[in-house]
């Protein structure tokens, strides 16, 4: 049996990776997931609660076996240094949107309504457009990104999952 | 004591214990060249830097130390890139230092600037830029130890031409702070009981080695793990001289090139016991038809090697010598009479298909290469290059000198042969050093015959001319219609250019002159080049055609 590159009964995985804080080790990182043909779907990094550590939360489509590769070629790199797989654990999983949606003044009022449902937060209003601020699971943004589509999307950023397990079972409080 | 950075790389050298670094200088390297003759380090030149990096790397393997290799900006740095990169899959441990332009320059395309730490990222093991003079002994500290340890590989360090020049304090940093990096060594003693108990059920176990076992210097353990139990060794190419290859337990090399026999036995196993190998698909074909009826025990020091292609039913994590230290003890010790016979009949049977350029008249390749093998009693140091040439020499040298053959496996870099000699001469000097080079990879790489009369390198090269780009002919002649597009080569009067550098050229043409011509290389005390005008169109077998099972191979033709 082949192992690698076997894409069925593949999922969505979600690794917090921590790495000491040098240069190139994010380009290092993410050069490893394409050289190696992994299949990324987000990848978020920012700083730990270490100094000197950074934390990496990575969507990756992998099975099992794919998954188990990821994990060692992700040690493998030198200035990484803890892999945890957390997508079986419960976590608090997050991202982040800004959406600049057209709004002129008999759109305005719906608008405010949706964002409200969502429990969202109009961050600006220009002349014939507002930004929203949401956070929340990908789904709930995808939702809100849907219903405000036939308003017409001018502009939309997203930052990808971010997570961390609850109760402090994360990578970094293991790490 | 306040030191410059050159000072201080050549500081940090010494003190790792390297004595000669190969390599070549340029703008942004002056002011390391220029502090060098006060090292004790002797620095040699030579006439391309790929070709420094693969004499580092053959200075590697035949030493077990780093091997160093020195390049400046630019192109110095692009041109090392598939030296490093030969070295990476192999697992040869060197270091490369780089010059780089000014740190205020990174970034302007300046002359001679690249990129190298991004060029070189997917292709080290660990590479880093240092800009600041008083960060170098850290890097030069840290490269070494990434280098060696664990699974062994090539680390570059590029210095920006200000961190060369500039003064601070040295400190030899005594250790390394890498917390994500702590290599397994020690196999976990369950999973090398569990092995044990495998071993000892087994009826058909075989012994799959790889380099590990030469990185590890597992020799003596390894030869008596199989004799204890009786167990057949097949090996991977660069696994050959793991074990003395005149033993009866030795079945020299399996896979695309292997014998029938050791592919046999190895779709026939019922346990395959890996060591110090990655299963590469030219040793396995195809991972779904490989050893279907075996059970897998993976020894190894990298866990990302672990069930990386073939499916693995006992992984144990660490250093070939640890783990065979903990395991022999634990094996009973077994006879396996009936599969030994049965190998035996089949490795009988494969001797009736070479009978007949034995007993020709022709100047084949498996002549030059078994005369070779007998004259130095598989004793030689042999560095072989890319191609048929290699093939050959893996099959009809008998290599009985544990580490005694240096190829370029992974990569298959045609030109590495020759100033991988270099290296492995300057790093054994009490060895005789043969290349078995091809017509095409001499030709990459021929200006090193400058080096090697510089250095006085006594080194013996043999070389199987056949007017081809020989393996890729091959391949046209028996899947691609014969269409020889781009394989037809010409080639200079070797002999003369041998002589025009300043060495002994002989030319052989026929079978009768082999022995003699070897004789007089032999007598020679200094370079020679042999050039054996070998029949051109001659095959490797057997051959197993892509993707087939192993066992599906070629045979050899019975008669010529
Ligand atoms: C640098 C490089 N370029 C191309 C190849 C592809 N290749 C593999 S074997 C081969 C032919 C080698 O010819 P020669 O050196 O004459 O050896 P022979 O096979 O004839 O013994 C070629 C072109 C390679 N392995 N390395
Ligand atoms: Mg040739």
């Known amino acids: 049996m082949t192992l690698a590159k076997e894409y069925s009964n593949h999922s969505r995985r979600t690794l917090v990776v921590l790495m000491e804080d040098r240069p190139g080790v994010l380009s290092n990182v993410s050069n490893m997931f394409r050289r190696r043909n992994y299949n990324i779907e987000s990848l978020t990094v920012g700083h730990s609660e270490t100094s000197g550590i950074s934390r990496m939360t990575v969507v990756v489509h992998a099975s099992d076996t794919v998954l188990e590769q990821v994990v060692k070629q992700l040690y493998k790199l030198i200035h990484v240094t803890k892999v945890t797989d957390i997508t079986d654990d419960a976590a608090v999983i997050r991202e982040l949107a800004l959406i600049r949606v057209h709004a002129i003044s008999t759109s305005r009022a719906e608008i405010k309504q949706l964002v409200d449902i969502f429990r969202a937060q109009i961050i600006d209003v220009a002349h014939d457009s507002m930004t929203i601020e949401i956070t929340g699971t990908e789904d709930k943004v995808d939702s809100l990104v849907e219903i405000l589509r036939p308003f017409g999307i001018k502009e939309l950023t997203r930052t990808g999952r971010v997570a961390m397990v609850r109760g402090g079972l994360s990578g970094g409080g293991r790490g | 004591m306040k030191m410059n950075g050159a000072q201080i790389i050549w500081e940090c050298l010494v003190r790792e214990g390297v004595d000669v670094v190969f390599g070549i200088t340029g703008g942004k390297v002056i002011p390391l ?287 070939a010598l640890n783990v065979l230290r903990e395991l022999v003890p634990l094996v009973q010790n077994a006879q396996h009479t009936e599969w030994i016979g049965l190998i035996d009949g089949w490795r009988a049977e494969a001797r009736e298909y070479s009978r007949h350029w034995e007993e020709g008249e022709a100047l084949v390749p498996q002549y030059v290469v078994r005369q070779i093998s007998e004259l130095t009693e598989g004793d030689a140091l042999m560095v072989s ?150 029949e051109q169109e001659h095959n490797v077998f057997p051959m197993v055609p892509a993707g087939r099972p192993i066992d599906e191979m070629i045979r050899r033709p019975r008669q010529a």
């Open chain 2, 33 to 319: 060249y220029h502090e060098l003759p006060a090292y004790p380090i002797h620095h040699i030149t030579m006439r391309h830097e790929q070709a420094a990096a693969h004499a580092a790397d053959g200075y590697a393997r035949a030493t077990g130390k780093v091997g160093v290799c020195v390049a400046t900006s630019g192109p110095g740095a692009t041109n090392l890139v598939t030296g490093i990169a030969n070295a990476q899959m192999d697992s040869s441990p060197i270091v490369a230092i780089t010059g780089q332009v000014a740190s205020g320059d990174l970034g302007t395309d300046a002359f001679q600037e690249v990129d190298i730490t991004g060029i070189t990222m997917p292709i080290t093991k660990h590479n880093c830029l240092v800009t600041n003079v008083t960060e170098l002994a850290q890097a030069i500290r840290e490269a070494f130890h990434i280098a060696r340890s664990g699974h062994p590989g090539a680390v570059l360090v590029d210095v920006t031409v200000d961190a060369q020049m500039g003064q601070c304090e040295f400190i030899y940093p005594e250790t390394v702070n890498l917390p994500g990096y702590r290599p397994h060594t020690r196999g976990n003693l369950r999973q090398v009981a569990q092995a044990a108990e495998m071993i000892n059920q087994a009826k058909r176990p075989v012994l799959m080695v790889g380099r590990g076992v030469i990185v590890a210097g597992a020799q003596d353990e390894l030869v008596e793990l199989a004799e204890r139990a009786q167990i057949p060794v097949a090996t991977t190419l660069l696994g050959k001289s793991a074990i003395p290859e005149s033993h009866p337990l030795s079945l020299g090399m399996g896979g695309m090139h292997g014998e029938a026999y050791t592919n046999l036995a190895v779709q026939q196993a019922d346990l395959i016991i890996g060591i110090g190998t990655r299963f590469d698909d030219r040793f396995t074909s195809a991972a779904s038809t490989f050893a279907p009826q075996a059970k897998i025990i993976h020894i190894d020091i990298d866990p990302a090697e672990i069930a990386k292609r073939v499916r693995v039913d006992l992984p144990i994590v660490g250093d």
């Open chain 2, 385 to 534: 290059d890319v191609g048929q040439n290699q093939m050959w020499e893996a099959q009809y040298y008998i290599h009985n000198r544990f580490g005694g053959l240096i190829s370029s496996g992974g990569l298959g870099t045609m030109g590495f042969a020759l100033p991988a000699s270099i290296g492995a001469q300057v790093g054994r000097p009490e060895c005789v050093v043969w290349v078995v080079a091809g017509d095409g990879g001499l030709q990459m790489t021929i200006q090193e015959l400058a080096t090697i009369v510089q250095e006085r390198l006594p080194v013996k090269i043999a070389l199987l001319n056949n007017g081809y780009l020989g393996m890729v002919r091959q391949w046209q002649e028996f899947f691609y219609e014969r269409n020889y597009c781009g394989t037809p080569i010409f080639g200079p009067d070797f002999a003369k250019v041998a002589e025009a550098y300043g060495m002994a050229g002989i030319t052989v043409c026929d079978k009768a002159q082999v022995n003699e011509a070897l004789e007089q290389a032999m007598q020679i005390d200094g370079p020679v080049l042999i050039d054996f005008r070998i």
